[in-house]
């Protein structure tokens, strides 16, 4: 029997205005997993009315208390790693390593949170005036409008509310209608067994066919103050442009085309390890994804035939297979997409490695391809699956210049022995993120994470995270009677 879920409004469970309700479909057997509250218009405006109410009461909360609040809820996650893997292996096709990180960071990122609410914030300043004591003060916006993606949804579900959260503010979180568990219910439910007050932390779950309608009313609302948005790069220039024309600050986490440069002093087989799990860890559905292998010409040959190598044994199918590296993507239509994208490349001159060929589902094979230039799709368009395109490279310009020939900027691996050599090219590659001798996917909840270009601005973690999530307000005390010209 599908799990039924209604919208949380207030610390309630409510149906939507409309009673509608939508399916949440499993992406590898393709049976309806669960249901859940359609929202309209009506009822992001309750759940806003909800955070507006509960704003004041949780920014003036002891910091103590709020913190404690975080840290039991980490516990929590821990305690159910294993129900958590069943949940994502269900509602969009994750593997079981792949759940098990997404646990491990989302409690990492409630402690990362806890330790940010009690640490010090703001400034004290010099002031012009004899006597007077200036003071930059950090202080919550008020309501956020917080979107969570899928495809790492625990994640990504906590990272949408935990520094909006600890930063004083109350949080209306609108998951993605392919995750709404695992990247809304979830969370929410986490926290609010923990004690999360009532008001504070509000979900609103919406068929796919309202999902504009549910965003723009959100935004819309003078009494949401910011904007936390990770997902697509399509979508994200819409969120931004609707934030802006309401003079609302955003945080946006968007697309990535991200490469894994193996340099001519690489290890060529931890070039292959790092390559194959930056490519194809969660079938590739990763903001960082390597989606391109810039290999040294010296290196290519043996590189291209051990990765092919291992790429081609790498066990694809059910995720409830504990053996399974490569599951299925979190929907046929995906699939489609990305058979469609080597497709157009094979049909333009690319040549197929291994994999390609029609999914099976949501089963795509793992694909490496090489050859593919720029007239193709495959070389601007964010692969978002299982594909990688290997290509050659003479010199650290060319490598440099293949690397940033793309709109996004969000991450980028430089396999290396030679840490200096790895550095030097690590400050010319135009990302928010770069890693010497690792590959592009990483993520720590201390860190700054984010993107340039394309890929987004604003930061997650640590005191950035915090500082995208409160505003700097100047305070003065005058500890003397001002003198005044008249």
């Known amino acids: 029997m599908a799990i039924t ?39 992001v405006a309750r759940a806003v009315d909800a955070a507006h109410g509960a704003f004041d009461a949780w920014a003036a909360l002891s910091p103590f208390a709020r913190r404690a609040v975080f840290l039991d809820a980490a516990g929590l996650l821990d305690a159910r790693a294993e129900r958590i893997a069943d949940l994502m292996a269900r509602e969009v096709g994750a593997t079981r390593p792949w759940a ?13 949170a806890a330790a940010a609410i009690t640490a010090p914030r703001g400034e004290v300043l010099s002031a012009q005036e004899h006597g007077a004591l200036g003071l930059a003060v950090r202080e919550p916006l008020g309501v956020v409008a917080a979107f969570a993606p899928w495809n790492a949804p625990v994640i990504l579900g ?6 909006p959260l600890a930063a004083g503010n109350t949080v209306v979180l609108k998951p993605s209608e392919q995750a709404p568990l695992a990247c809304g219910y979830l969370v929410a439910d986490v926290l609010r067994e923990a004690g999360l007050p009532d008001g504070v932390l509000n979900v609103v779950t919406n068929d796919p066919a309202d999902a504009a309608e549910v965003a723009e009313a959100l935004i819309a609302d003078p009494r949401v103050r910011a904007v936390n948005f990770t997902g697509s790069t399509a979508v994200g220039r819409i969120i931004g442009e609707q934030a802006a024309r309401h003079l609302k600050p955003a945080v946006l986490e968007l697309g990535g085309k991200n490469s894994v440069i193996v340099l001519d002093d690489a290890d060529v087989d931890y070039a292959v390890d790092a390559a194959a799990f930056g490519v194809f860890m969660n079938a590739g559905q990763i903001c960082m994804s390597g989606d391109r292998i810039l290999v040294h010409a010296s290196l290519t040959e043996e590189f291209t035939r051990k990765f092919t190598a291992k790429v081609a044994a790498l066990p694809t199918g059910d995720p409830a297979d504990p053996s399974t590296v490569v599951g299925p ?11 469609g994208l080597v497709r157009d490349a094979l049909d333009k001159g690319a040549a197929l490695l291994t994999g390609g060929g029609s999914p099976e589902g949501a089963v795509h094979p793992a694909t490496v391809l090489s050859g593919v230039t720029e007239e193709m799709e495959l070389y601007r368009a964010e692969a978002f699956g299982p594909v990688c395109v290997v290509a ?38 135009r990302t928010g993120i770069v890693h010497v001798n690792d590959q592009s996917v990483a993520d720590e909840p201390q860190a700054p994470f984010g993107g340039v ?25 005058a500890t003397q009677h001002a003198h005044y010209p008249f």
């Not at 601005?457 to 640590?462: A, D, L, Q």
Request: aromatic letters at 8%.
């Open 392 to 429: 050659s490279f003479a010199t650290d310009d060319e490598a440099v210049a293949l690397a940033n020939d793309t709109e996004n900027g969000l991450t980028c691996g430089i396999i290396t022995e030679n840490g200096t050599h790895g550095l030097r090219v690590a400050r010319r590659v």
């Open 100 to 112: 098990y990180f997404n646990v491990a960071l989302a409690a990492n990122i409630l402690r990362e």
């Open 158 to 163: 906590t990272r949408a509310v935990a520094a």
């Open 453 to 477: 270009k394309a890929s987004g601005y604003g930061r997650f973690g640590g005191r950035w995270g915090m500082e995208a999530f409160s505003g700097t307000r100047w305070v003065t005390m």
């Open 5 to 43: 879920r209604d919208l949380l409004i207030g610390g309630k469970d409510v149906p939507a205005a409309s009673g509608r309700t939508t399916d949440d479909t499993d992406p590898y057997t393709g049976e309806t997993y669960a249901r859940v509250a359609a929202a309209g218009a009506e009822d």
């Open 329 to 339: 993507l979190v929907s046929t239509g995906a699939a489609r997409r990305v058979a």
